[in-house]
């Protein structure tokens, strides 16, 4: 059967040993599945993670490549263009497959009353069995408000849409950048702005640990990330609407950030935000 997903996984120096149980169950569960993993390691590989890379290079479907970059979002862009197939899913190397998410990601990118799909989030659940978030019940198509709720292994795309519209992942933002979180919402902003059709599919593709409820200001580039992703989302309209977020999360903040300090954040983060070629 031809290979019709690709997964795009990435990982990070000796997280690296994680991967073959990932790998493992992708390929039992579907033959249709190929996986390009993406390797962020400027050292020298240990003797253990040597081993492993040798044994992923020769697992038949399984490309390795070695990157000496930081950020997982340069890893995502390099797989992009490295990857042939048609569908790809971004995963991390800390996820447990969810049965028929081949099935699943497939259909959802059939044709739908006439158009078809650029890009899909799914659900994603816990280690308990439990949906990670509040997901809608119902399928919809994705605004620029319900965009900034997605994590990154939720999403599929068609690869061809990407390439051909230049939709790529904010290299200065997402775990390993200053900027820590958010790339995901500028992701699907350019993918809208290129008028992708993208939708959500109330199905789970994946079981992911929770995180902690701290991590919503575990830093400052993390409280600056947003501001960024309202900058590059929302433009001159983000103004109001990061003062809305701003207030309505403050309750969450924890006791070793002020709420000064919280704000100046956010708002430092909307006013650098645009000077990127991501902006």
Not at 61 to 66: G, S
């Amino acid at each position: 059967m031809a290979v019709e997903i690709e997964i795009l996984l990435s990982t990070f120096g000796d997280r690296i040993l994680s991967v073959p149980a990932i790998v493992e169950d992708a390929l039992s569960d579907d033959d249709r599945v190929s996986i390009l993993i993406g390797h962020q390691c400027a050292r020298a590989l240990t003797e253990n993670e040597a081993k492993i890379v040798n044994r992923l290079k020769n697992t038949p479907k399984v490309t390795y490549l070695k990157f000496d970059s930081v950020g997982v979002t340069k890893s995502r862009n390099a797989l992009i263009s490295q990857s042939s197939a048609k569908i790809v899913w971004f995963l991390d190397d800390d996820i447990v497959w969810w049965p028929g998410a081949v099935d699943t990601i497939l259909a959802a990118f059939s044709e739908r009353n006439g158009m078809s799909v650029d890009v899909v989030t799914f659900q994603v659940k816990s280690p308990d069995g439990l949906l990670r978030k509040n997901y809608w019940a119902k399928a919809r198509r994705h605004s620029n408000f319900s965009i900034l709720r997605i994590g990154t292994i939720e999403i599929a795309a068609r690869r061809k849409f990407l390439v051909d519209n230049l939709v790529v992942f904010p290299e200065d933002m997402g775990a390993g950048c200053y900027w820590g979180a958010g790339d995901e919402s500028v992701f699907l902003a350019s993918a809208m702005k290129a008028r992708g059709n993208v939708m959500y599919i109330p199905k789970p593709i994946a079981v992911h640990p929770m995180e902690s409820s701290g991590d919503f200001a575990r830093s400052t580039g993390f409280i600056e990330a947003r501001g960024v992703v309202f900058r590059r989302v929302y433009g001159w309209y983000g103004v109001p609407l990061l003062l809305a977020f701003g207030i309505k999360h403050v309750r969450r903040l924890g006791r070793h950030l002020s709420i000064k300090l919280y704000f100046t954040a956010l708002f430092r983060g909307y006013r650098v935000g645009k000077n990127s070629s991501y902006g």
